[in-house]
Structure formats: C-alpha cells, structure tokens
C-alpha cells in the first residue's frame, strides 16, 4: 500500500473476525513502532504483546472504552520506560509516534488496529500495570488493539483549511 494511501485510508476497527494474528505480522507491526521518531533517538518504548484472551477479556473489563478487547484476538501495549530516558517527559511523544506508526502498519498488512489510550489516566495505568505484572518504572501507555477486520468504514478526509494559519495565526 502506498504510504499516503494507509494514511488516508485508516480507522480505528473494533471489530475482529475469530482469527489469530500471526507472530510474523505482530512483529511486523513492532518493527513499525520501533522505527518512530524519538527525542534524541532516546527510544524509550517497551512492548506488551497480549493474546491470551482471559488477560484480554480482564484489561476489557476495567477499561471503560476497551470493550472490544474481549472479542480481539491480540492486542500491543505501548510502554514507555522512565529508567531510559535522555529527556525528562517526551516520552509521552515518543509512544504516540510509535503507536500511530502500528496503526498504520497493521492497517497497511490486513489487520484493523484501534488506539485504546491508557497514560495519563492514574487507574487505568495501575490497573493494567497490575494485570500484566509491569515493573513500577515503566507505564503502560496505549493499547493497540488488533485482529482482522470484522467491519468496514469508509475513509474519512479531515483536511480543514480554517485550521491552517500562514506565517502568524
Ligand atoms: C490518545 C487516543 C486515545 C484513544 N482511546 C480510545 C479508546 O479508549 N477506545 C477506542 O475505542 N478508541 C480510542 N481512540 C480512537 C479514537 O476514538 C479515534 O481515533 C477517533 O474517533 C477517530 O476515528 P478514526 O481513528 O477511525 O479515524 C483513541 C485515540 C487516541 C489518539
């Protein structure tokens, strides 16, 4: 898929056939998150690959907009790690640039990807930290939900020139 096209073309999919993903395609879709941008090339992510549903079906249960987890057959939790930082807090940056680069590389392998935000929300990182037994120095920061698509939405074009302001707002 060309890359404008995966840009373009992409949506969060909550609905996943009862198909598994391969380990080749996870870390096809880690091998984009590891390739983001980050401050200083500090790369400060580690990644939870999840694809056992009953820990799937438990992050479902206290995450109040994670419900689709329950029926997804994989899941990557995005981590940022506090003890290998060169920069105090672009970290939350770096783990948004790595996510977005996974949304777009399981959308452009066949897969449907949703961004389930989880950092900054204090209960959502304690629990999620406690449920895949996270060391405290390292915060769980989205959840990238996945599996092949059970649903289809047309693409959706955003370009809004009243956002856009030439040299001064
Ligand atoms: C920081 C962040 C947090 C999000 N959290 C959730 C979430 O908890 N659950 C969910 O279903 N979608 C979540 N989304 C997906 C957005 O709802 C979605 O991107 C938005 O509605 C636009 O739709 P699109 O991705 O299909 O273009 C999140 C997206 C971002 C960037």
Redesign the pocket.
């Known amino acids: 898929m060309e890359k404008m096209n995966a840009i373009f073309s992409r949506?969060?999919i909550?609905k996943y056939l009862p198909k598994p993903v391969t380990r080749n395609l996870i870390e096809n879709v880690l091998k984009a998150g590891m390739n983001a941008p980050s401050a200083g090339d500090e790369q400060p992510w580690h990644f939870v690959i999840v694809d056992k549903h009953d820990l799937l079906e438990k992050i479902s249960t206290i995450?109040p907009?994670?419900k689709?987890l329950k029926d997804a057959p994989a899941a990557i939790i995005v981590c940022g790690d506090l003890n290998i930082l060169k920069f105090k807090d672009l970290w939350i940056q770096d783990c948004s640039a790595a996510s977005e680069n996974m949304l777009l590389a399981a959308h452009d392998l066949g897969l449907g990807a949703?961004?389930?935000?989880v950092y900054p929300v204090e209960n959502l990182v304690k629990e999620v930290r406690s449920i895949l037994n996270i060391p405290q120095n390292v915060v769980p920061f989205?959840i990238i939900g996945m599996g092949y698509p059970a649903e289809e939405?047309s693409s959706?074009f955003r370009y809004d020139t009243s956002r856009i302001h030439n040299n001064a707002w």
């Open positions: 949506r969060s909550q995450h907009y994670a689709m949703v961004w389930i935000g989205s939405k959706r």
